[in-house]
Every structure is written in structure tokens, then in C-alpha cells.
């Protein structure tokens, strides 16, 4: 009998910790879906821009709070071209912000392209307009 109240009370506190940071989370109307979008970004794999013409294009869709592809690999000193596309649900991610390259875009129905010339190797971030989706160009 004791270990059965023991039980009980333990999954009435497992309960309680479950169902406190989802009341917390539904108060959110932007950056909401952190949960989904952290387990997103495991599954993302680097995607290498393709070289046309001297110029290294990539596309990237904004949908359910991600950057798809969340990583762009890119090689220093020939200029970049990162096309934004709206998917289904982009939310906030729509406001694209390069902090680092003072560069801040709205992706609206139609794509935008962010154009830059990386001049060395190393990481350039970039997120939503809260800063809480997030993605990045690695320069190699
Ligand atoms: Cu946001």
C-alpha cells in the first residue's frame, strides 16, 4: 500500500512539472515553439551554397519557427547570395537579421535576397527579429 501512495505521489508531481511550462509557453504569441525548434535544430544538416557564376546561392525557407536549411556553409571571399522564403507558417521569422552584417530583412510573398562578400572564415549568425529563431553561415 505504501509504495502505491509513494507512486501516485510522484506522478502527481511529475504532472505538475509537465503542465507548468506549457501554461507558461501558450502565453507566448512569437518565439512560442522553442521546444520544437530546439529539437529542429538536431536534425538539421549543413547545407553547402552552390557556386553559379562566381557567386554562392543559397535558398532557405522560413517555416514553424526554423531556418531550413539552418546552416549554410559558404568559402570566404567570393560574394554570397542567401535567398528567404516564406513557407506555410513563418511567424516571426519572416524578420531576417544579421546582426553581425547590420543587414534586416522582412520576408514578405515575395523572396529576399541578402547579399555579402565574407572577407574571413568564421561563423555568421543570423535570427528572427527576438533573436530566438535561429541559423548561421559558416565561412570556411
Ligand atoms: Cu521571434
Same mark, same amino acid.
Given at each position: 500500500?505504501?509504495? !502505491?501512495?509513494? =507512486? $501516485?505521489g510522484?506522478?502527481a508531481l511529475?504532472?505538475?512539472v509537465f503542465?507548468?511550462?506549457l !501554461?507558461k509557453?501558450s502565453g507566448?504569441?512569437?518565439c512560442?515553439?522553442?521546444m520544437?525548434m530546439q529539437?529542429?535544430? *538536431?536534425? *538539421?544538416k549543413?547545407?553547402a551554397?552552390k557556386?553559379?557564376?562566381?557567386?554562392?546561392?543559397?535558398?532557405i525557407?522560413i517555416d514553424n519557427?526554423m531556418?531550413?536549411?539552418?546552416t =549554410?556553409? #559558404? $568559402?570566404?571571399g567570393?560574394?554570397?547570395?542567401?535567398t528567404?522564403?516564406?513557407?506555410?507558417?513563418?511567424?516571426?521569422?519572416?524578420?531576417v #537579421?544579421?546582426?553581425? $552584417?547590420?543587414i534586416?530583412?522582412? #520576408?514578405?510573398?515575395k523572396?529576399?535576397v541578402?547579399?555579402f562578400?565574407?572577407?574571413?572564415a568564421?561563423?555568421i549568425?543570423?535570427?528572427?527579429?527576438m533573436?530566438?529563431? *535561429?541559423?548561421k553561415? #559558416?565561412v570556411?
Amino acid at each position: 500500500m505504501k509504495t !502505491q501512495t509513494l =507512486i $501516485l505521489g510522484a506522478l502527481a508531481l511529475a504532472a505538475a512539472v509537465f503542465a507548468s511550462p506549457l !501554461q507558461k509557453e501558450s502565453g507566448q504569441s512569437c518565439c512560442g515553439s522553442m521546444m520544437a525548434m530546439q529539437s529542429g535544430h *538536431d536534425m *538539421d544538416k549543413p547545407a553547402a551554397a552552390k557556386l553559379v557564376k562566381g557567386v554562392q546561392k543559397a535558398t532557405i525557407t522560413i517555416d514553424n519557427g526554423m531556418y531550413i536549411p539552418a546552416t =549554410i556553409s #559558404v $568559402l570566404k571571399g567570393k560574394p554570397v547570395e542567401l535567398t528567404f522564403k516564406a513557407g506555410k507558417n513563418p511567424g516571426c521569422g519572416s524578420t531576417v #537579421v544579421f546582426k553581425s $552584417l547590420k543587414i534586416s530583412k522582412e #520576408v514578405g510573398s515575395k523572396p529576399v535576397v541578402i547579399k555579402f562578400t565574407p572577407k574571413e572564415a568564421g561563423t555568421i549568425a543570423f535570427t528572427c527579429g527576438m533573436g530566438m529563431f *535561429d541559423g548561421k553561415v #559558416v565561412v570556411k
